[in-house]
């Protein structure tokens, strides 16, 4: 069945890093705009980063710009978020998502806590 499974999450301190991991199953991401999003407690799921099929464009929300990088291997069929300079506001459940024209497709997500 398709699926999409992140890793990567945990607990880190304020200023560390975490690379997530997203790995398709099932389906070619190559077809796809794949795009992390992000939801803290008692807020709405916001998105983070996308990237375009070929990863010829990305995307960042303004609150991770500079900090953050979306990308993407079609040939492992994975894509990937490296997040620096992590702060305590970047807190939440991380998901991936894999959308085209016709499929929108959700990870079940990994957990993110920064905190000292």
């Known amino acids: 069945q398709v699926q999409l499974v992140e890793s990567g999450g945990g607990l880190v301190q304020p200023g560390g890093s975490l690379r997530l991991s997203c790995a398709a199953s099932?389906?070619?991401?190559?077809?796809?705009?794949m795009s992390w999003y992000r939801q803290a407690p008692g807020k709405e799921r916001e998105l983070v980063a996308d990237i375009t099929s070929t990863g010829g464009r990305t995307n960042y929300a303004d609150s991770v710009k500079g900090r953050f990088t979306i990308s993407r291997d079609n040939a492992k069929n994975m894509v990937y978020l490296q997040m620096n300079s992590l702060k305590p506001e970047d807190t939440g459940i991380y998901y991936c998502?894999?959308?085209?024209?016709?499929?929108?497709?959700w990870g079940q997500g990994t957990q993110v806590t920064v905190s000292s």
């Open positions: 099932e389906f070619s991401i190559s077809f796809y705009v």
């Open positions: 998502q894999g959308s085209s024209r016709r499929y929108d497709y």
